[in-house]
T-cell receptor, first 113, second 113 residues
Framework: NAGVTQTPKFRILKIGQSMTLQCTQD?????MYWYRQDPGMGLKLIYY???????DKGEVPNGYNVSRSTTEDFPLRLELAAPSQTSVYFC????????????FGPGTRLLVL | EDKVVQSPLSLVVHEGDTVTLNCSYE??????LLWYKQEKKAPTFLFML????IEKKSGRLSSILDKKELFSILNITATQTGDSAVYLC?????????????FGQGTTLQVKP
């Protein structure tokens, strides 16, 4: 199993540009999550999904959108990039059962200039 | 508002020292508390704690939860330079089995030779 994979690893965006961060997991996990981590801080939840076709907002959803058309994929869309979105983005997934840990992808580092 | 607070924020020790990292929380409908280690990449899972007073142990690392006083500690004995990392505490809380985590800001541990 590859686990949770994310692309790209690093991207520079200009203010106002849009992009999609890709996340795929091959563990057949129902639950998937997007977090952002600013320098020196913990992770903050952006959006999450408990299954295909179901998504919900986390703590910091403004400026982002998600979709979940398949169990495997959970892309994160930035429509109008702003400098405040400069961060490292982590995707994670877990099994539906309680008391199971989340597995994290390697992260995407995004710089908005 | 749900909150997870870690202390200290940073710590410098020498190899062989023992360290104690703290995590306190104020959340609604506590489900579990997790510890992760992050070494400049994705967080990796260390422990999940759900019951008070039961120590979880893995090699030189151990952790315990106090649900009455709402905190957890992570102990690392005989520290090594490879223990240098950010240690993240996260709490799963809330109604419904969504697996959403609230992270603390992390403790940066530097172990000097």
């Amino acid at each position: 199993n590859a686990g949770v994979t994310q692309t790209p690893k690093f991207r520079i965006l200009k203010i106002g540009q849009s992009m999609t961060l890709q996340c795929t997991q091959d563990m057949n996990h129902n639950y998937m999550y997007w977090y952002r981590q600013d320098p020196g801080m913990g992770l903050k939840l952006i959006y999450y999904s408990v299954g295909a076709g179901i998504t919900d907002k986390g703590e910091v959803p403004n400026g982002y959108n998600v979709s979940r058309s398949t169990t495997e994929d959970f892309p994160l869309r930035l429509e109008l990039a702003a400098p405040s979105q400069t961060s490292v983005y982590f995707c994670a997934s877990k099994m539906r059962q309680s008391q199971e840990t989340q597995y994290f992808g390697p992260g995407t580092r995004l710089l908005v200039l | 508002e749900d909150k997870v607070v870690q202390s200290p924020l940073s710590l410098v020790v020498h190899e062989g020292d023992t360290v104690t990292l703290n995590c306190s929380y104020e959340v609604t409908n506590f489900r579990s508390l997790l510890w992760y280690k992050q070494e400049k990449k994705a967080p990796t899972f260390l422990f999940m704690l759900t019951s008070s007073g039961i120590e979880k142990k893995s090699g030189r690392l151990s952790s315990i939860l106090d649900k009455k006083e709402l905190f957890s500690i992570l102990n690392i004995t005989a520290t090594q330079t490879g223990d240098s990392a950010v240690y993240l505490c996260a709490v799963e809380a809330g109604s419904g089995n969504t697996g959403k985590l609230i992270f603390g800001q992390g403790t940066t541990l530097q172990v000097k030779p």
